[in-house]
């Protein structure tokens, strides 16, 4: 068990979902309320990362942040390095690749919340804003939970995108899943098996707060 | 649709029995080894299909009983392991290049090689360089063994990215996300990468030969044409073509 390589990938994963918190709750809720007539197209947008290949993502990624791109570029003459094989890199690739893990969930509890309550609050005075604050967010709390462990786990499991665009580098890119994928390379067997046991069991675990939280106990079921 | 069905059936399985015959090999064949097929293609009918990954990668996969019918490693240390594990047949093994590694820049580096040889990897302008990942590609290996002779290893190794194959490490320079990358001759002297960028040939005695070396798998079902392919391999054309790429003929020293 490499736990270099595990606490490199906790890290990760608690710094992109973290971040998607920030950006994911804007972007959910623009595309709860919006009205727009082209909405479909963003929310499709969103969610291309569920089904585009992650080497496609990889490779974008790769071209965009790469010396050559004047994105790239930016980032050299802002920090002296370029962003591929570097941590920062992999927080942008994952957090490309695990929005829709966020957004979705997020919505989908935005949507949910009762539009009389809303209605209530705005006859009551109070702004879109302080309405969104005090009540969509309040019971939207499972749907948060859900869009942030989703990511974290989603993070976590990331490979194809670490493998265009991480370089291997011990301790800064070579996530768990890197590791795993070294060691079966390498027919160490024994030790990638403990590592994929580690990752199977947080990934049960986080998988079963969620599932845990979107259970709906006072459900009436048609056998009663 | 049920006829219709059992035409698609027929008919791949009639692709299935043209005798196709699999290769897996080195990444350092990437270039060379499509054009020997295509040569081998032509002159006899013989189709093959090609899968390139790191040596290490690929002996591993065979292990695991991947159905390919030859392998071409770019270290003769991988076929050796397998025929001594029962999963390759000793008499079909054959050496059929020595690889060259080199240090490569994109065209607009400013490092000047030719006089600074793998000194230039200490200016400051280099802030990564790629490599193959020596736990599985024979490349890496041999960059590594070659950092070390020049004094340079623990100089460097804090800037070193690694590439999954060699390919991917000169995909990494070659895109500009690295500024130098020690990589395989025949790469360096690919269509895809000639013209974009310099290198610098590493003397042979900074490393370990690569001894690449051909072998037939036991378990292939086609053993005949696997070795038909590999006495190919032995022809001038053949060898012209490898040369081409930069590969030196086993018997010839360098």
């Known amino acids: 068990m490499n736990w270099e390589a595990f606490w490199l990938t906790v890290r990760l994963a608690a710094i992109v979902s973290m971040l998607l918190l920030a950006i994911g709750i804007p972007i959910a809720y623009w595309v709860t309320y919006s009205r727009w007539r082209w909405k479909f197209l963003i929310e499709a947008a969103v969610a291309l990362p569920i089904v585009l290949p992650p080497t496609v993502l ?8 790469g010396s050559r791109s ?8 802002l ?5 591929a094989f570097t941590f920062e890199g992999l927080v942008i690739g994952s957090l490309l690749y695990s929005l829709p893990f966020a957004v979705q969930p997020f919505a989908a509890s935005f949507g949910a919340v009762d539009p009389t309550l809303l209605r209530a609050s705005a006859s009551l005075g109070q ?3 302080q309405t969104f604050r005090r009540i969509v967010l309040p019971l939207s709390k499972a749907g948060l939970v859900t869009g942030f462990a989703l990511s974290f786990a989603h993070t976590l499991g990331e490979f194809g995108v670490v493998l265009m665009v991480g370089g291997n580098i011990p301790g800064v890119t070579r996530t768990i899943s890197i590791d795993i994928y070294d060691q079966v390379q390498t027919a160490n067997y024994s030790s990638a098996n403990w590592t994929a046991l580690v990752l199977l069991v947080i990934s049960f675990v986080v998988l079963s707060v969620v599932y845990g939280l979107n259970r709906r106990p006072w459900a009436v079921g048609p056998w009663r | 649709m049920s006829k219709l069905l059992s035409l698609l059936i027929l008919f791949t399985s009639a692709l299935a029995s043209a005798q196709e015959i699999t290769v897996a090999a080195a990444a350092d064949m990437s ?13 006899t ?8 990954g790191a040596s290490g990668n690929l002996t591993n996969q065979i292990r695991n009983g991947a159905p390919f019918d030859i392998f071409f490693s770019a270290d003769e240390q991988y076929p050796q392991q397998l025929i001594s594990e029962g999963l390759a047949s000793k008499d079909t093994l054959y050496r059929y290049a020595v690889g060259r590694l080199v240090l490569w820049v994109p065209a607009d580096s400013p490092l000047d090689l030719s006089k600074l040889g793998i000194q230039a990897l200490l200016d400051p302008s280099v802030k990564k360089i790629s490599i193959a990942n020596p736990a599985t590609a024979p490349y890496g290996r041999a960059a590594a063994a070659a950092l070390r002779h020049f004094g340079i290893y623990d100089r460097v190794s804090g800037r070193l990215v690694l590439g999954e194959s060699v390919s991917q490490a000169a995909q990494f320079v070659e895109s500009g996300n690295a ?11 690919a269509p895809t990468m000639k013209g974009k960028g310099r290198y610098w040939t590493v003397p042979l005695d900074a490393y370990p030969t690569l001894n690449q070396a051909a072998v037939v798998l036991s378990k292939s079902k086609q053993q005949d044409a696997a070795r038909r392919f590999l006495e190919f391999l032995r022809s001038p054309e053949a060898t012209s073509l490898l040369t081409g790429y930069g590969f030196s003929l086993p018997a010839e020293k360098h």
């Open chain 1, 58 to 65: 990889g490779f974008y990624v790769l071209v965009a942040l």
């Open chain 1, 70 to 77: 004047p994105l790239g570029r930016w980032w050299e003459s």
């Open chain 1, 79 to 83: 920090t002296g390095h370029t962003l």
């Open chain 1, 127 to 129: 702004s879109p804003v």
């Open chain 2, 31 to 43: 270039a060379a080894l499509p054009e020997l097929v295509a040569a081998y293609t032509k002159k």
């Open chain 2, 45 to 52: 009918g013989q189709t093959v299909k090609l899968s390139f």
């Open chain 2, 179 to 189: 500024q130098a990358g020690l990589i395989a001759l025949s790469h360096a002297l």
